[in-house]
């Protein structure tokens, strides 16, 4: 673990069943930032009932940057601005993010907080988005799709938004890989990003 551990952590899981690996990741990641003394911020979109769609009152205005969003996504922008990481969990549908992470993203990291600024608001902060995969690695390889997915991800959310020291991993094989072997993978992941 980092070596000045501490601070403030935001963990998102994307995953409607609560009994999932994904589900079980997310907590995996909750109580590594728990034991390098995080104060942690679990917000399961699912379970807290998130709504993924576009709406008027959330569309960006882009005569104003000053637009007051709705109190949902308002309530969700300080969860967001409060945290020092960011560790995104997620399981990959369609070689991408499942449709209310998508969702979450389109909302929450709307102009004006999360893009559009000439500081951006979102510098300094860490983030990891770990993706659980059921294709194996070099089938993701071959077919470029780690590539597609961390450009997508990393580059064109996180470095857009001003988050540099960004992170894109996979756990592959969860069709074949038993839960436990996908955990210590997970585990590996997480202490590695949240190590350096």
């Not at 601005?81 to 992470?101: E, K």
Request: aromatic share 10%; charged share 25%.
């Amino acid at each position: 673990m980092n070596s000045q551990p501490g601070g403030r952590a935001l963990v998102v899981l994307a995953h409607p069943r609560s009994d999932s690996v994904t589900a079980r990741s997310a907590d995996l990641v909750h109580r590594k930032l728990k034991a390098a003394q995080y104060e942690v911020d679990l917000l399961d979109l699912h379970a807290e009932g998130f709504d993924p769609r576009m709406t008027t009152a959330d569309e960006p205005d882009w005569a104003d940057r000053e637009k007051t969003y709705s109190p949902e996504v308002r309530a969700h922008i300080a969860r967001v601005d409060a945290a020092d990481v960011i560790v995104v969990v997620f399981p990959v549908w369609w070689f991408s993010l499942p449709a209310i992470l998508k969702g979450w993203i389109d909302r929450v990291w709307n102009y004006g907080f999360a893009y559009g600024r000439s500081e951006p608001r979102l510098a300094g902060k860490r983030m990891l988005w770990l993706g659980l995969a059921g294709g194996s690695s070099a089938g993701y390889a071959e077919a470029g799709l780690a590539e597609m997915m961390d450009v997508q991800l990393r580059v064109g959310i996180s470095n857009f938004c001003g988050i540099e020291d960004a992170d894109f991993v996979l756990v592959h094989d969860l069709e074949t890989a038993n839960a436990e072997q996908v955990l210590v993978d997970v585990e590996d992941k997480a202490e590695r990003f949240l190590g350096r």
